[in-house]
């Protein structure tokens, strides 16, 4: 059996299951790709609508990491422009 601490990405897991534990969770999708290229997925209470949204944030994240790394915007653009929105209101 493999020891769990000693996997690179134990920190990381630890972190977020931390966060977990301190939230009130409604339901949890884990996402993760082997170096083959499989995917693996798994649900605690997920409906439809929880797997849509899962899926909106992901891709959200996609395209900002898209447009920072080919330069249309930087963190500094992104977090300006979202205090401007909520002093805006």
Do not use: H, R
């Not at 920190?11 to 995917?39: A, R």
């Amino acid at each position: 059996m493999v020891d769990p601490t000693s996997l690179p990405y134990a920190e990381w897991l630890e972190e977020s299951l931390q966060s977990l534990i301190e939230t009130p969770v409604g339901s949890i999708c884990i996402l993760s790709k082997s170096t083959d290229g499989e995917v693996f997925a798994s649900y605690y209470k997920c409906g439809v609508s929880d797997k849509i949204l899962f899926a909106g944030f992901m891709n959200q994240d996609a395209m900002i990491d898209t447009l920072q790394e080919n330069g249309f915007i930087s963190n500094d653009e992104e977090d300006e422009e979202y205090e401007e929105d909520i002093y805006d209101e």
